[in-house]
């Protein structure tokens, strides 16, 4: 049996892990969950998997029909994070934002593996994850499909054979308009992804390319490959997933119909696969295509570039500075062109580079931009 904690239970990929803990009742038992702010939702599942530690957001809670353990906000997901009673124990970790760096800090204490799908964890703090990891002697699954594929291929391989690892990129809700059409593009528009449903912040994410940047960083960290040899590349219709080139030509690619609940069964399961949840692949009458990511059509890809340079706390600054900037444009308070804005002006300014990286800088300078620019651009 493996025990499930699962930070962001509510949302899409924590629904879609339960659907996998719902098929698999004899092989996953959920001790532990964090929730939104989605009430009905919450009280749904808690009823359902009657997990026995929860966090709410705020204090406001339904009723239950049972007393689990409660516990709230920011302290709430470190709990829960902490809470540990098993062996075989598995975060999933689909947190949005930084506030997803602490509770993946906390739960690898206790020596839970960590399957992950928050973003800003490898993002501002890889070296440090890396090292807590070796130190505690854990491990550390993605379940991006992006990441699980490249993982997949590199299964039994050696890595001093990879050439280069190759990210597909679906190009996100704008990917057909040229830059000066992104003029006045508006929030609906660009919460319309055309391949996958996903949360808001991972959809804007695309449609900025920013979140190609981020997986650029996380598949570093995460397969200890320099960035010249990490390319990322357009391919609209997301059925490969990502893939390894090797020294002598071969490339080796993972395909599959874009459903989350495979990389998340990939993740929970690792190496093995197992019973299937998601949908097949047809072969027949697919047509896929590959084409060269314009880093003046996207000008963020440029700026993970610079940021990977920088290296250290920068790495903080530009996720912090997206964070805020695409807050701001969520809520309709700046245009959608002003994202890239707001991070470049952030990570060009030097008056970081002497922060040392450790948690503590990483965790408040964070904090510290994300409120200067939502005070600077909000009302
Ligand atoms: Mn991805």
């Known amino acids: 049996m493996k025990y499930l904690y699962i930070l962001g239970a509510s949302g899409s990929i924590g629904t879609q892990t339960l659907d996998i803990v719902r098929n698999n009742p004899n092989e996953f038992k959920v001790v532990g969950m964090t929730v939104g702010r989605n009430l009905e939702k919450a009280k749904s599942i808690i009823e359902e998997f009657k997990p026995e530690i929860v966090s709410f957001r705020t204090n406001d809670i339904p009723e239950l029909s049972y007393k689990p353990i409660i516990v709230f906000g920011d302290e709430g997901l470190d709990e829960v994070a902490k809470y540990s009673k098993y062996d075989n124990e598995i975060l999933v970790n689909s947190l949005v934002g930084i506030s997803g760096l602490k509770p993946t800090v906390e739960a690898i204490k206790v020596k839970k593996i960590i399957a992950l799908a928050n973003k800003e964890t490898l993002v501002v703090a890889g070296d440090l994850i890396k090292d807590l990891i070796k130190k505690y002697n854990t491990k550390l699954v993605p379940i991006d499909s992006e990441h699980s594929a490249i993982l997949e291929c590199l299964t039994g391989e050696k890595?001093?054979?990879?050439?280069?690892?190759?990210?597909?990129?679906?190009?996100?809700?704008?990917?057909?308009?040229?830059?000066?059409?992104?003029?006045?593009?508006?929030?609906?528009?660009?919460?319309?992804?055309?391949?996958?449903?996903?949360?808001?912040?991972?959809?804007?994410?695309?449609a900025t390319m920013m979140n190609k940047g981020f997986e650029i960083i996380e598949a570093h960290h995460l397969f200890d490959m320099p960035y010249?040899?990490?390319?990322?590349?357009?391919?609209?219709?997301?059925?490969?997933?990502?893939?390894?080139?090797?020294?002598?030509?071969?490339?080796?690619?993972?395909?599959?119909?874009?459903?989350?609940?495979?990389?998340?069964?990939?993740?929970?399961?690792?190496?093995?696969?197992?019973?299937?949840?998601?949908?097949?692949?047809?072969?027949?009458?697919?047509?896929?295509?590959?084409?060269?990511?314009?880093?003046?059509?996207?000008?963020?890809?440029?700026?993970?570039?610079?940021?990977?340079?920088?290296?250290?706390?920068?790495?903080?600054v530009l996720n912090a500075s997206n964070e805020a900037a695409v807050k701001l444009f969520l809520d309709q308070k700046i245009k959608?062109?002003?994202?890239?804005?707001?991070?470049?002006?952030?990570?060009?300014?030097?008056?970081?580079?002497?922060?040392?990286?450790?948690?503590?800088?990483?965790?408040?300078i964070s904090k510290e931009i994300i409120n200067k620019l939502l005070k600077k651009y909000g009302d």
């Open 159 to 206: 890595k001093e054979q990879v050439k280069k690892l190759i990210i597909t990129a679906s190009g996100g809700s704008f990917r057909d308009k040229k830059r000066e059409e992104l003029k006045n593009v508006t929030v609906n528009d660009a919460l319309k992804h055309p391949n996958w449903s996903m949360g808001s912040k991972i959809t804007i994410d695309s």
């Open 336 to 364: 959608f062109l002003d994202i890239e804005k707001i991070i470049y002006e952030e990570i060009s300014k030097d008056e970081y580079k002497n922060i040392a990286y450790n948690l503590d800088n990483i965790l408040n």
């Open 228 to 316: 010249d040899k990490i390319m990322p590349i357009l391919h609209k219709e997301s059925i490969v997933h990502s893939m390894v080139e090797f020294n002598d030509g071969s490339i080796k690619a993972e395909l599959g119909y874009t459903d989350m609940h495979r990389p998340i069964a990939y993740a929970l399961r690792y190496p093995d696969h197992m019973n299937c949840e998601s949908k097949y692949l047809d072969l027949f009458g697919l047509n896929l295509h590959f084409e060269e990511l314009s880093e003046e059509r996207y000008p963020t890809l440029k700026y993970t570039k610079m940021v990977c340079e920088k290296g250290g706390i920068y790495y903080a």
